[in-house]
């Protein structure tokens, strides 16, 4: 359940102790609520709402987020904040404290957004100087008082195939180490491209939006995402000939249009 339940007896009753779960979800796509991205994140977030978690989105396209200056005065001189006085002074707390840490953008240059990287670089004051060896690892110290995250990624991809996820993938476990967050797995759709206009016209792929959904509802119930229902989420919708052909002449079609002005 959404709740954090604990039970202690008072005069013979069972009183029931319940802690609210919360969620932050960042929307890094440009086109927000029209992307790709928002396709599964909309039934992902109902999933976790469903579950009865309190979920705060953010767009990236909305924040005023600057970037890092590289200065560590967050470290020495203004520990745990930042000299910058933009939303990153809102966020920190709020990501600090959250139970769940959601990422959804889509691949750009084989990562991820501008605007969502830095809000990542931005994330040093959650990190104590200090380094420490963790897991066999040099690595800086979480503040103590960071919630132990759970994390989780979603992502769209223009291109077919599933390797095209492996840098970003690799980089936000790499920043869940870091971090001290865990990682929970990742919600991946390949040849993206297409996925809202199958849903536009009822194409039969219904069962990726509910298997998204459904990752919500196991996030919170098991603390993971089955491997079934993340595979769902990526499964094929078309033919990798048929999806080159389909875009291609898509992409033309509007160059024409152009064109002809």
Known sequence: MAQRRGICKRQSTYVRIVEQVEAVV????????????????????????????????????????????????????????????????????????????????????????????NIV??????????????????????????????????????????????????????ICRNTGWEYTGALLRPHGEVGGYMVRKAYPVQDVLEAAKQAGNELVRQGRMSKKTMHTVSRELLPLEKYVEMTSKGFGKALDKLEHR
Not at 37 to 54: A, P
Not at 66 to 88: I, S
Not at 137 to 159: A, E, T
């Open 26 to 117: 960042f929307n890094g796509s440009p086109l927000m609520d029209d992307g790709n991205t928002s396709l599964i994140l909309k039934t992902f977030i109902d999933g976790l709402r469903e579950e009865g978690v309190t979920v705060n989105v953010f767009y990236t396209q909305k924040l005023n987020v600057h970037p890092c200056l590289g200065d560590r005065n967050c470290w020495t001189r203004t520990p745990c904040g930042c000299v910058q006085k933009d939303d990153m002074r809102m966020l920190l707390p709020k990501i600090q404290q959250a139970d769940i840490i959601v990422m959804a953008v889509p691949v750009y240059v084989d990562g991820m957004p501008g605007p969502m990287k």
């Open 121 to 174: 670089d931005r994330l040093l004051p959650i990190i104590e100087p200090f380094f420490e060896i963790r897991e066999n690892h040099c690595r800086h110290r979480p503040r103590s008082g960071n919630k132990r995250s759970k994390f989780m990624l979603i992502s769209n991809c223009g291109f077919w195939e599933m390797d095209n996820f492996d840098p970003l993938v690799m980089h936000v476990k790499a």
